[in-house]
Nanobody, 123 residues
Framework: QVQLVESGGGLVQTGGSLRLSCEAS????????MSWARQAPGKGLEWVSS????????FYADSVRGRFTISRDNAKNTLYLQMNSLKSEDTAVYYC????????????????RGRGTQVTVSS
């Protein structure tokens, strides 16, 4: 079955960096558009970034553009999110998100996601 396992979260000071990873299994990772989303305490799910099947199509929310970088290693079935210049408002649980079908080249809040990894940015 599909598994998405996020890791790399933690506690970091404002201005610091973290690199999140998502190990995927149970499907042909290289065939899927993938995304990161996050949920802050008391708030809804927020899209963060998406990447096409290869790395030629990259998309970012305005709130993270210029600070976060999404990438993937199809040989390792792994999705990454490099987060730099972290702010307190980046504090959230971060999820790796996969569409149901490989033909769905877009993010939707109802798509499959892992259990998430907590990122806490302290000032």
């Amino acid at each position: 079955q599909v598994q998405l396992v996020e890791s790399g979260g933690g506690l970091v000071q404002t201005g610091g960096s973290l690199r999140l990873s998502c190990e995927a299994s149970g499907f042909t990772f290289s065939s899927f558009y993938m995304s990161w989303a996050r949920q802050a305490p008391g708030k809804g799910l927020e899209w963060v970034s998406s990447i096409g099947r290869d790395e030629t199509r990259l998309f970012y929310a305005d709130s993270v553009r210029g600070r976060f970088t999404i990438s993937r290693d199809n040989a390792k079935n792994t999705l990454y999110l490099q987060m730099n210049s972290l702010k307190s408002e980046d504090t959230a649980v971060y999820y790796c998100v996969k569409p149901l079908y490989s033909a769905h080249n877009y993010y939707s809040p109802g798509q499959q996601r892992g259990r998430g990894t907590q990122v806490t940015v302290s000032s």
